[in-house]
């Protein structure tokens, strides 16, 4: 179920803690913004870093991928969408439909 941040701040600690963060949907302009940002990280990450011998690598990829993930939940269905259109060009979602 979704909230709005009013109806959020009404609940109870405990409620607010167990629903986790608020999915709010996002304005327009908010929403073109955050959808940029996503490309630019989407065209900048490696995709591969899980193969890499050296640690600093993988865990370079395993924080750029934590941002990426934290930012499609923030735009939604939009956000998963162009993940998986970059992640289809990349060859890493062969069979996934974008």
Do not use: N
Request: charged share 40%.
């Amino acid at each position: 179920m979704k909230y709005s941040f009013r109806e959020f701040c009404k609940l109870d600690k405990e409620e607010q803690v167990s629903l986790g963060s608020l999915q709010e949907d996002l304005s327009g302009t908010v929403k073109k913004k955050k959808m940029k940002q996503l490309e630019d990280l989407l065209k900048k990450h490696d995709w591969f870093y899980f193969y890499s011998d050296d640690p600093r690598y993988y865990k370079k990829g395993t924080e750029e991928q934590s941002v990426i993930r934290k930012m499609i939940d923030e735009i939604g269905k939009d956000g998963m969408k162009l993940y998986k259109t970059y992640g289809k060009k990349s060859g890493v979602m062969e069979s996934v439909k974008a």
